[in-house]
């Protein structure tokens, strides 16, 4: 069973900084690729980046120039790291995991339980 732990949330104001953590651990056989995505309040959840295992990185226009995401491919650790926060990035951010358990198994998606990213003064 794969499990995806979030962490590094919380409150910060306008301006700051938060870097968010996610380790996936259990019956991996292969990673696609790892990423954020957040959920705000009254609307869709929307991909924040993401990083293949090849290192390839793809950002929502919204964060670009202020958010880096990396990755540990030996601990199956992917980071986030938020600057110049703004009171729009406030949401649920959930980690996400496209990977195949098994060589005979088509890719699926695992996702974290979030983590609150609150921007306010």
């Known amino acids: 069973q794969v499990q995806l732990v979030e962490s590094g949330g919380g409150l910060v104001q306008p301006g700051g900084s938060l870097r968010l953590s996610c380790e996936a651990s259990?019956?991996?056989?292969?990673?696609?690729?790892m990423g954020w995505y957040r959920e705000a309040p009254g609307k869709e959840r929307e991909l924040v980046a993401a990083?293949?295992?090849?290192?390839?990185?793809n950002y929502a226009d919204s964060v670009k120039g202020r958010f880096t995401i990396s990755r540990d491919n030996a601990k199956n650790t992917v980071y986030l790291q938020m600057n110049s926060l703004k009171p729009e990035d406030t949401a649920v951010y959930y980690c996400?995991?496209?990977?195949?358990?098994?060589?005979?198994?088509?890719?699926?998606?695992?996702w974290g339980k979030g983590t609150l990213v609150t921007v306010s003064s």
């Open positions: 259990g019956r991996i056989f292969s990673i696609a690729a």
């Open positions: 996400n995991l496209k990977a195949r358990i098994t060589a005979f198994q088509g890719w699926m998606d695992y």
């Open positions: 990083i293949t295992g090849g290192g390839s990185t």
